[in-house]
């Protein structure tokens, strides 16, 4: 699972840096892209809560009146997972807005800074994150 989340980590940083380059040349335009790649990963990163959304809907679906402890088994998981993915959402997508939104005055020193970040966590991640197996070192 670790090794799962860090390649899609690195994906991730991959997609943000060429949307980061693409967004450089359409200044004008830059919160488009943004958006997109943002409502792209957050859609990534709820994909796990899915599946106990569809179980609650099969079971309420087939039993006319669920048990309680159903719904509110459903509603307190999405709640533990749904409120601090939320506040991380929100604050992902301000920062890449606040990005864009220099890029549209024309101020490059925060995409600048960005850029760094991501080259610098991609150069990070071959190496410390993803781990060979002890067959590919021979």
Same mark, same amino acid.
């Given at each position: 699972m670790k090794n799962l989340l860090s390649k899609l980590h690195h994906?991730?940083?991959?997609?943000?840096?060429?949307i980061l380059?693409?967004?450089r040349k359409l200044w004008l335009l830059a919160p488009m892209p943004?958006?997109?790649m943002i409502f792209f990963w957050v859609f990534v990163y709820a994909l796990?809560?899915?599946?106990?959304?569809?179980f609650t809907i099969v079971i309420m679906e087939n039993d006319p009146q669920p048990a309680l402890w159903v719904i509110f088994a459903n509603?307190?998981?999405?709640l533990l997972i749904g409120l601090p993915a939320t506040i991380?959402?929100?604050?992902?997508?301000? $920062?890449?807005? !606040?990005v864009a939104a220099?890029?549209? &005055?024309? $101020?490059?020193? !925060?995409?600048?800074?960005?850029?760094? &970040?991501?080259r610098e966590k991609l150069s990070l991640i071959p190496t410390t994150a993803i781990p060979q197996s002890p067959a590919h070192r021979a």
């Open positions: 994906i991730r940083w991959k997609s943000e840096l060429y380059r693409f967004s943004i958006f997109l796990p809560i899915l599946p106990l959304s569809i509603a307190t998981i999405q991380i959402g929100f604050v992902y997508s301000v $920062k890449w807005y !606040i220099s890029l549209m &005055f024309g $101020k490059t020193q !925060i995409a600048d800074r960005k850029e760094a &970040f991501l």
